[in-house]
Antibody, heavy 118, light 107 residues
Framework: EVQLLESGGGLVQPGGSLTLSCADS????????MSWVRQAPGKGLEWLSA????????FYADSVKGRFTISRDTSKNTVFLQMDTLRADDTAVYYC???????????WGLGTLVTVSS | DIQMTQSPSSLSVSVGDRVTITCRAS??????LAWYQQKPGKVPQVLIY???TLESGVPSRFSGSGSGTDFTLTVSSLQPEDVATYYC?????????FGQGTKLEIK
């Protein structure tokens, strides 16, 4: 069974940095692209970023381009989201999701809450 | 970038009713459209992908249709456990784009 588990969320001050991790189990990690999606409190879903199975290609939403960096460590079956220059409007639950072979997001983690506040 | 316009934003219906939610793309996206259900406090779950393919394990009362720019999610007979917010997702290429969501409530 595919399981994704995010970690690294917490309280951070505006302008600060945080790195989220997403560890997988139950599937051939290196064969799948991975993605990050967030949901601000009471709001809808927002796609943020994706990384190819090899890690050689990365993609970002305009809202986070230049501030967030996605990466992966295949040896550890983990994908990361480094978040810099955080703002109050980055406060959200952050989900990692697997990109299926048909390109939609098929499996999601439980999410980790990031709160940006002084 | 492509814009995805989902409607309505909310819906109040009775158990047993037929429900239709629409998603319109600002340009043709072939059939690269998925539908997700998010129950309160829960993780989004995929219902439909490739516009009309039912994900394994999803009840057959859910169906999807459309291609190009106009897409529809239909619940043939609403059940109490279908109370949730529904999102469409464009996924042909990055950036992926979610619709604004449709909150479905029981009358």
């Amino acid at each position: 069974e595919v399981q994704l588990l995010e970690s690294g969320g917490g309280l951070v001050q505006p302008g600060g940095s945080l790195t989220l991790s997403c560890a997988d189990s139950g599937f051939a990690f290196g064969s799948y692209a991975m993605s990050w999606v967030r949901q601000a409190p009471g709001k809808g879903l927002e796609w943020l970023s994706a990384i190819s199975g090899s890690g050689g290609s990365t993609f970002y939403a305009d809202s986070v381009k230049g501030r967030f960096t996605i990466s992966r460590d295949t040896s550890k079956n983990t994908v990361f989201l480094q978040m810099d220059t955080l703002r109050a409007d980055d406060t959200a639950v952050y989900y990692c999701a697997r990109v299926s072979t048909a390109d939609y997001l098929d499996y999601w983690g439980l999410g980790t809450l990031v709160t940006v506040s002084s | 970038d492509i814009q995805m316009t989902q409607s309505p934003s909310s819906l109040s219906v009775s158990v047993g009713d037929r429900v239709t939610i629409t998603c319109r793309a600002s340009q043709a996206i072939s059939n690269y459209l998925a539908w997700y259900q998010q129950k309160p406090g829960k993780v989004p779950q995929v219902l439909i992908y490739s516009a009309s393919t039912l994900e394994s394990g999803v009840p057959s009362r859910f169906s999807g249709s459309g291609s190009g720019t106009d897409f529809t999610l239909t619940v043939s007979s609403l059940q109490p456990e279908d109370v949730a917010t529904y999102y469409c997702l464009f996924y042909k290429n990055a950036p992926y784009i979610f619709g604004q969501g449709t909150k479905l409530e029981i009358k």
